[in-house]
Structure formats: structure tokens, C-alpha cells
């Protein structure tokens, strides 16, 4: 029965919507709602400055249930749950955060550049953060986030976007992090999207060896990654998009390496 429940709970999750926060700097408009939900496989092969076993390796399964609701033009919030399972933890509830951003540039309307400014605020269960799979700080973790974006225009629809992200982030205990993001996308034939990206995450902790069967969170850890990866997306006339997304770390840190992570993405948006 257990293993029923598990597997309904993630075929429901994964009818909706596979992302993270949103970050790109061009809101949706006022109210046209998005149901945000994910289902992503990963492995990673060996913590790198990990002992207690030394090469530990997991698989994961972990499905996101969140909503986004723009406010405004210039505003919008986000909610998000992460349910996991690694190769340490039963399938189960891992988070759940809570973003706002607010645009202050928009160069769909006249700006030359996009700008936004975000904070969010993410809790994790103490037992969550025992496993060296799940990559945060402590129990509460706050961050602040500013993207900036250029769209290149055809007629009336975009073919190009570019933005970076840059972050900052402290949690209620151990050291702050810092995350720099890069990512370009280009559409085609309007109903077609291949995007490219760069994600960073480095900790300003002290500690480099991780004793993974004593573990309790990244915040002490002076943890470095960078991951790298590539979208295929299909735009559907009325019932949203289709993701297909690879990432692969090529830098690992005092952190997980030789890791590989596949999603899948169904986009739904409505509005009243």
C-alpha cells in the first residue's frame, strides 16, 4: 500500500510542471497563473573530500508541487514543496519555500535591459539534513537574488533571451553562500525552445572533509559545484509546454560529484 501511495503521489506530481524558482527577469502577465510541479532522476557517483564511506554514492527521485501567481507587472510570488529520495532517505517531504520578486527594468516595454530584484525562504527538516544528497544549509535558509536579462525581438515575438543570475544566502546557522547562474535560450519556429545554461553554488564555510554518516547540513562547509546543462521545450497552442532538461557537474567541491540529473516538464498556466 505504501509503495501504491508513492507511486500515485509522483504520477500527480509530474502532470504539472518540472522547474525550480523561477529566475528569468520577464514576468508572465497579471494573474496568468502557473501550477508549478517536477519530477527529476540523478546519481551521483562519490562526495568529493568524503569519508565514512569514502566513494558513497545515491540515487535520487524527487518530485516539486509549486504555484506562481504574478501579482502585478511588476510583482510575483512563488510557492514550492520538494518531496526525495536518495539512496540514504525514504521518498518524503525534503522543503517548501517561498519567493517574491519585484521587476524594477523591463526592456520588453522600452528598457534597454531587464532587471529584477527576489527573496525567498526555504525550510528543510532536521532529519532532511543528515543526507549529503540534499543541498542545504540548515533549517531555514534565506537568499537574496537579483537577475538581469536582454531579449532580442522578430515582429512581435522574442527569438533570443540571455540573463544571469548572482544570489547570496544565509541560513539560520553556519556560513553564507553564494550562487551565480547564466542561461540562453533561443526559440524556433515559435512553438520550439533550446535553451543552455550555467548554475554555480560555492559555501564560505571552513570545514572541506564531509563525514557522510555524521553529516547535518551544508552550512559549515566550504562547498564548491558548478553544473551544466541543456532544455529542449514544446509550446502547445492551449495546454502550455513540454520540457526535456540534462545537467551535468563538471566541478565538485567538498560536495557530491560525477553527478547527472534528467527532468521532465509539463508547463500549466490558467487564469480566472
Do not use: C
Not at 543552455?196 to 562547498?223: C, E, P, Q, W
Not at 540534462?246 to 553527478?259: K, M
Amino acid at each position: 500500500m505504501r509503495q501504491f501511495i508513492k507511486r500515485v503521489s509522483i504520477f500527480l506530481i509530474t502532470t504539472l510542471q518540472v522547474y525550480g524558482l523561477e529566475e528569468k527577469p520577464w514576468f508572465y502577465p497579471p494573474y496568468n497563473f502557473h501550477t508549478k510541479a517536477a519530477f527529476e532522476a540523478s546519481f551521483f557517483t562519490n562526495v568529493d573530500n568524503g569519508f565514512n564511506p569514502i566513494g558513497y554514492h545515491s540515487t535520487n527521485f524527487e518530485a516539486v508541487l509549486g504555484f506562481l501567481a504574478p501579482i502585478s507587472s511588476t510583482f510575483d510570488a512563488e510557492i514550492e514543496v520538494e518531496l526525495q529520495s536518495t539512496s540514504m532517505t525514504n521518498f518524503g517531504f525534503e522543503s517548501a519555500v517561498l519567493q517574491v520578486r519585484k521587476l524594477l527594468l523591463n526592456d520588453i516595454m522600452g528598457d534597454f535591459l531587464s532587471l529584477d530584484l527576489g527573496a525567498n525562504i526555504r525550510a528543510v527538516p532536521k532529519q532532511r539534513l543528515r543526507d549529503v544528497a540534499v543541498p542545504y544549509h540548515d533549517l531555514w535558509n534565506f537568499e537574496l537574488s537579483s537577475a538581469i536579462g536582454k531579449e532580442f525581438t522578430k515582429e512581435e515575438d522574442w527569438l533570443w533571451r540571455v540573463f544571469v543570475l548572482g544570489a547570496v544566502g544565509q541560513a539560520n546557522r553556519g556560513y553564507p553562500w553564494i550562487k551565480a547562474n547564466f542561461d540562453i535560450r533561443a526559440k524556433a519556429f515559435k512553438d520550439y525552445m533550446f535553451s543552455a545554461f550555467l548554475n554555480s553554488y560555492f559555501g564560505l564555510g571552513k570545514k572541506t572533509l564531509i563525514d557522510v554518516r555524521h553529516f547535518d547540513g551544508y552550512g559549515m562547509y566550504k562547498h564548491q559545484s558548478i553544473d551544466v546543462g541543456a532544455t529542449f521545450t514544446v509550446f502547445f497552442e492551449v495546454l502550455g509546454s513540454l520540457t526535456l532538461a540534462y545537467t551535468h557537474r563538471f566541478l565538485a567541491n567538498t560536495y557530491p560529484e560525477d553527478y547527472n540529473s534528467f527532468l521532465i516538464t509539463y508547463d500549466l498556466p490558467f487564469s480566472f
